[in-house]
C-alpha cells in the first residue's frame, strides 16, 4: 500500500502495531491508514473485543429443588475491528 504525505499505514503485526506475543498466530489480510502527526507514532491492534458479563448459574432438580449458586464470568464478542491511538 503505498503511503501518502502524513499518513502511516497500520498492518496486525507490522511495523507501528502492536504484537499481541502469541506464536504462530494467524496473519490477517487487512490494513487501515490513518493521519499521523509529525512527532508522534499511531499504534494499532485488530481483534475481537468482548463484553465481560457478571452473573450465578444455579441447577434446578426434577423435583424443582435448587442446587447451590455458583458465581460466573462470561465473556461475549462485542465487536471485531481495529483499536487505535497515538503516542
Known sequence: MPEQPGTRAVQPGGRGAVRDGQAGAAKLGNAITVDTLARKTTYGRYGVYRSKSYGYSQYTY???G???KHSVTIYTPHRV???IWED
Request: aromatic residues 12%; hydrophobic residues 45%.
Open 62 to 64: 426434577v423435583n424443582c
Open 66 to 68: 435448587k442446587g447451590a
Open 81 to 83: 475491528g481495529w483499536a
